[in-house]
């Protein structure tokens, strides 16, 4: 929207609010101390993800800058996909606590195929955004409590080729420049001259520039850092050397690497830029970095994500309306919907009993045929077996018939006898 | 696929600072420049604490803002009190053009802001009057065009702030601080007092004074103050500062050293006078002068060193953390109550509910889907 008002600031010329002088000390200067002693009493948080390759010395640089000794896992190289690995420690100097996240990755740029690298760093830094999110959006909220756990400040690592960015590197860092404070550093500064290091400095600044990646410049609006902020700027991105080995240069124990041809000294600032992005990062702008996270990238997240869910903040026309009035016409809305869906449902509910119902009939109807013709068989049966029993009872009767005559004819014939026999006596 | 994040030991760094204040800007010197070391190693300075001095930075370059309400009948020094604490002119009287010594007719509810400055820091500073505030013969439901102001507030930051589009810095118009004036008359507080009181202490910070004090003797006032404090613990009233938000073992007994002196005895004035060779503020007597800043006269520096010098932060801190979101949660409850039949009863809540997750579901209500 790129308004000229910094609206951060309170609006002098508001309306209605008109400068004053005071006549005497009234003492609310001292709210600035007010303000800082609070947070010392909550502490801070700080969330940094380091992204490049495996070996290239994220942790190293992390001890360094830290000035103590994480706990650091080597990794493979034979990682199947980019993981991230999320480390919280509770930091403390002179009275200000700090609980500092370091996010590494782990594998990343050793697949093969390197397309979708970039993107569970995304899902992470967007898994962050949306917890906060759903915090916020709490009815019983405690955002005072909350551990921001947001990126507030991505440092990738560049290889020291010497020559250009990788295509991976471009990739990335485009993905997430509209989503995280990206701090662009030239990693194991060592093993590059003084010259060759100009040169790629400048091809790789001129590069991130023509592909369009907006790394984080460094705040000028305050004077009181506006020019080491601008001479900072510069000199990006930082060629870094990380160690948490002593060695004796001089009279003094300093970090250092060792090497038999000399000493890379860390925090010599002719050797290197570590002692410039410890500066930076920490000591004039860790503030500024969790405010462009808060103000900045958050809000764009939040906006999208809303946005995505089908919200809007003003009718059509593009009038802001009252609550009162958006609250009834939107329960309207979603009423009518409601009811609308009501009896979208109360018709596929009719709908599928009346087919359930056909599908009923049919099968009583199959039934009914199935016990209509079992019906015809056993008739057919039935007539079957009284035809037997029929002739069956015909084949007796005319048996008994047989028998009888049979019966008689021999009783005749006795009797017969009999009488002959009697004749004979006589 | 993210292992949990693991907290681990608290690491305490060396810190050579022997050589800068505690708010001092960290040098750019080389890193050899750190003050007195014992083993001659670099080792050390992180630069951690230097987030203080860029908070400082940032909140200098944005100035505050601080919103004060005063309530309590007319006559009792309101506007004079509210002068002599900011020095300057900030009440409504002072800023009205053809001041009208009339009583209104109702409550009115009168909200002026100035931008002042002091020592690089700025501020916003509303002054909310209440012109007409048990005026009336009639007072019942006099605290309700308050209370609706206060939420009225509560209700236009809650608008900005669920906006999709929403501003860098919300506004804040929030009532941080109501000073309520109780009159003298040294016997107990009257059931107007109770009333507002009980009623108010639930939405706001309420700071009772005692105005005009100087018609009390110390005698009277201490046994004044004392029938107060009881009365306001009999009807359950939290004035600020309010026990329950104490928030450690100091932050109580500083707490509780005010507690035994509210209400503060105050006087207000924007006269000076020549007292034993100084100006100081006062108002002039025949029988003497009583001079405001002294307290032994009178109690309005802890007052002023209170609401300006110490807890300023921590009463916008009470306002932002635990009134406005006690106002947020019932408002939106409120919007999920409109819903009938009851929520988990219809299909389709259920089926909302497997999409989106239930807390938002008042979301729904401000901002609906357009689709």
């Known amino acids: ?89 509770d930091l403390q100097e002179s009275n200000v606590r700090l609980r500092l996240t370091v996010v590494n990755t782990v594998g990343f740029g050793d697949q093969m195929n390197k397309q979708e690298s970039y993107q569970p760093v995304v899902d992470y830094i967007d898994r962050q955004f949306e917890s906060y999110l759903q915090e916020e959006l709490k009815i019983k909220r405690s955002l005072h409590n909350y551990h921001d756990s947001r990126v507030h400040a991505c440092l990738y690592f560049i290889s020291p080729s010497g020559h250009s960015l990788k295509s991976l590197d471009l990739v990335t860092m485009k993905k997430l420049d509209s989503k995280v404070n990206i701090i662009p550093v030239i990693a194991k500064a060592d093993t590059i001259s003084k010259s060759e290091l100009h040169k790629f400095k400048i091809k790789i600044m001129s590069e991130l520039v023509s592909n369009g990646v907006q790394i984080y410049q460094f705040p000028l609006d305050d004077e009181t850092v506006a020019k080491v902020n601008t001479t900072m700027n510069g000199h990006l991105p930082f060629a870094v050397v990380g160690s948490t080995e002593e060695v004796s240069v001089g009279n003094k124990m300093v970090k250092a690497r060792q090497y038999p041809w000399g000493v890379v000294q860390v925090e010599n600032e002719n050797h290197c830029d570590f002692v410039k992005l410890r500066e930076m990062l920490i000591c004039v702008n860790m503030e500024d970095l969790r405010e462009q996270t808060h103000t900045r990238h958050y809000e764009l997240y939040r906006r999208c994500k809303l946005e995505e869910m089908g919200f809007k903040d003003t009718d059509p026309e593009c009038k802001p309306v009252s609550l009162q009035q958006t609250y009834e016409a939107k329960r309207q809305e979603f009423l009518v919907e409601l009811q609308k869906r009501e009896d979208e449902m109360r018709q596929m509910f009719v709908q599928r009993v009346k087919e359930k119902e056909a599908e009923l009939k049919e099968a009583e109807r199959e039934l009914q045929s199935r016990f209509e013709h079992l019906k015809r068989i056993h008739a057919d049966e039935k007539a079957t077996l009284e035809e037997k029993k029929r002739l069956l009872d015909e084949d007796q009767s005319s048996f008994s018939k047989r028998r009888a005559a049979a019966q008689l004819l021999q009783a005749q014939s006795l009797t017969a006898n009999g009488k002959k026999d009697k004749d004979r006596k006589k | 696929m993210l292992s949990p994040p693991t907290t681990c030991y608290l690491l305490l760094l060396q810190a050579h600072r022997s050589q800068r204040g505690f708010f001092e800007f960290p040098n750019h010197g080389s890193p050899q420049a750190k003050g007195d070391k014992t083993n001659g190693s670099d080792f050390g300075y992180v630069g951690i604490d230097a987030i203080l001095e860029q908070m400082r930075r940032k909140a200098m370059k944005q100035g505050f803002e601080f919103n004060i309400m005063v309530v309590g009948q007319s006559g009792l020094g309101k506007s004079t009190l509210m002068n002599t604490l900011f020095k300057s002119k900030v009440s409504r009287k002072s800023v009205q053009p053809n001041p009208e010594e009339r009583i209104p007719k109702t409550i009115e509810i009168k909200s002026i ?28 439901n006099c605290w309700q065009p308050i209370m609706k102001f206060i939420n009225d507030q509560y209700e236009a930051y809650l608008q900005e702030e669920i906006n999709i589009d929403r501003k860098k810095r919300i506004p804040d118009s929030r009532v941080h601080c109501c000073i309520y004036f109780i009159p003298p008359t040294g016997h107990c507080l009257r059931p107007l007092d109770v009333e507002f009181m009980r009623r108010l202490s639930k939405v706001v910070n309420i700071v009772p004074v005692i105005a005009k004090a100087d018609t009390l003797t110390l005698e009277e006032r201490d046994y004044f103050k004392q029938t107060i404090r009881e009365e306001l613990r009999a009807n359950g009233i939290d004035v600020y500062p309010q026990k329950e938000f104490d928030e450690d073992a100091e932050d109580r007994m500083i707490n509780d050293k005010i507690r035994e002196m509210i209400p503060f005895a105050v006087v207000g004035s924007d006269q000076e006078y020549q007292v034993n060779g100084k100006r100081i503020l006062g108002r002039k007597t025949k029988w003497g002068t009583i001079e405001v800043e002294n307290i032994a006269h009178c109690e309005f520096a802890y007052l002023r060193d209170l609401l300006i010098r110490t807890h300023m932060q921590n009463i916008k801190d009470i306002t932002g953390s635990i009134h406005y979101e006690t106002y947020r949660v019932r408002r939106l409850n409120e919007s999920n109550g409109h819903f009938t039949p009851h929520p988990s009863d219809h299909p389709l809540w259920r089926n909302l509910c497997n999409c989106y997750p239930m807390q938002m579901f008042w979301f729904f209500f401000f901002k609906l889907p357009t689709k």
Do not use: W
């Open chain 2, 113 to 140: 802001s100035h931008d002042i400055e002091e020592k690089g820091v700025r501020m916003k500073l509303t002054v909310i009057d209440t012109p007409g505030f048990g005026d009336q013969i009639n007072n019942e």
């Open chain 1, 1 to 89: 929207i790129g308004e000229a008002v910094n609206d951060t600031e309170i609006d002098i010329k508001d309306k209605g609010v008109r400068p004053l002088s005071l006549a005497g000390h009234v003492g609310f200067d001292s709210l600035p101390d007010q303000l800082v002693n609070k947070s010392i009493c909550q502490g801070f948080c700080f969330n940094i993800l380091c992204i490049g390759e495996t070996g290239i010395g994220k942790s190293t640089l992390m001890d360094t800058l830290f000035n103590t000794n994480f706990e650091n896992f080597e990794s493979s190289h034979f990682e199947p996909q980019v993981k991230l690995r999320a480390q919280t420690y």
